[in-house]
T-cell receptor
Framework: NAGVTQTPKFQVLKTGQSMTLQCAQD?????MYWYRQDPGMGLRLIYY???????DKGEVPNGYNVSRLNKREFSLRLESAAPSQTSVYFC???????????FGSGTRLTVV | GQQVMQIPQYQHVQEGEDFTTYCNSS?????IQWYKQRPGGHPVFLIQ?????EVKKQKRLTFQFGEAKKNSSLHITATQTTDVGTYFC??????????FGKGTRLSVIA
């Protein structure tokens, strides 16, 4: 079982460029999440989708948009990348909001 | 908003010594979860605590949830080099998404 798959694993962008981070899970989970991880800051929630068809802002949503394409897929889009968005991005899913999360292996994004 | 504080930020221990990390919330939690992240890896779910005063064990790891459901701890007995990594607590109130602490990075010196 693949679990949670994120693509790409690494990406370098120039300031102002756009890109979409892809996330797919094969566990039939209802809830999906995007977190960013910066040194000394822990994991901060960007956006989440409690169930298919719904999305909500997390702690740090500015500069990002999301799409819950179907039950399996939850993408994160950076419309105009900024150096402050240099980070490691993790997608996660859970069967229900109050269950444990399964994380993907992450996308390491550098914006220059 | 809800905040989850975790201490210490770093801990260096000799192999065989014990290790404890503490987690405190600004609000009462519905449940608390613990995750481990190996260097260069992703967080992996360890356990969830739900009941006031709950204690759970996984081999050398002991997890506790405070009576007031505002604090928690993870204790590792006789650390091994395989315990190296960052340990995160994460709490929630109701069905809101998890709020993660900043983690405790554990180094084990052989």
């Amino acid at each position: 079982n693949a679990g949670v798959t994120q693509t790409p694993k690494f990406q370098v962008l120039k300031t102002g460029q756009s890109m979409t981070l892809q996330c797919a899970q094969d566990m039939n989970h209802n809830s999906m999440y995007w977190y960013r991880q910066d040194p000394g800051m822990g994991l901060r929630l960007i956006y989440y989708s409690a169930s298919e068809g719904t999305t909500d802002k997390g702690e740090v949503p500015n500069g990002y948009n999301v799409s819950r394409l179907n039950k399996r897929e939850f993408s994160l889009r950076l419309e105009s990348a900024a150096p402050s968005q240099t980070s490691v991005y993790f997608c996660a899913s859970s069967e229900r909001p109050n269950y444990g999360y399964t994380f993907g292996s992450g996308t390491r994004l550098t914006v220059v | 908003g809800q905040q989850v504080m975790q201490i210490p930020q770093y801990q260096h221990v000799q192999e065989g010594e014990d290790f404890t990390t503490y987690c405190n919330s600004s609000t009462t939690l519905s449940n608390i979860q613990w995750y481990k992240q190996r260097p260069g890896g992703h967080p992996v779910f360890l356990i969830q605590l739900v009941k006031s005063g709950e204690v759970k064990k996984q081999k050398r790891l002991t997890f506790q949830f405070g009576e007031a459901k505002k604090n928690s701890s993870l204790h590792i007995t006789a650390t091994q080099t395989t315990d190296v990594g960052t340990y995160f607590c994460a709490g929630r109130n109701g069905n809101t998404p998890l709020v993660f602490g900043k983690g405790t990075r554990l180094s084990v010196i052989a």
